[in-house]
């Protein structure tokens, strides 16, 4: 039986494939690598990108969801909202993380670390604290 993990590391190479194959038009495959834990995303002529269990965001859904549940005085329903919200949008800015770095890697290698350790981590970072702004500001009495 896959775990969390297994399951999101490869739905997040699934998707970033699909989306490089859509809209790119990259013949991307998915290849397992490590029994459930590691995937890799590659085309012809690319060095493609590898996808592990600490690429597929659930420690940004656990840090935003964990937020959401612990504040007090919020209703449920704005609650369920903005969860959804953001972790659908937590879920396709990583499959666009993973799609931006299959491209940077195949063009610009000598940037993909800058980009994989820093740029892209602050990136989501930035996501979630925006995500959050717009769950604790007030739109009138629709708190």
Known sequence: ?????????????????WILDV??????????LN?????????????G??????????????LYLGFIVAMADVSLRRKLFFGSVGVMSIY???????VALFLIQGRW??????MHKYLFQASAYLLIFGLWYGFLRKY???S
């Open 109 to 114: 290698p000598q940037v993909f670390d800058f």
């Open 140 to 142: 009138g009495s629709h």
């Open 49 to 62: 990108v590898k996808i592990a269990h600490p690429c597929n965001a659930f420690e940004l859904y656990c």
């Open 1 to 17: 039986m896959p775990t969390i993990n297994g399951f999101l590391t490869e739905n997040t190479a699934d998707i970033s494939a």
């Open 23 to 32: 809209f790119f038009r990259i013949p991307a495959q998915v290849i397992e």
């Open 92 to 98: 396709f800015f990583n499959a666009l993380r993973v």
């Open 35 to 47: 029994a459930g834990y590691k995937w890799q995303v590659c085309a012809t002529n690319s060095p």
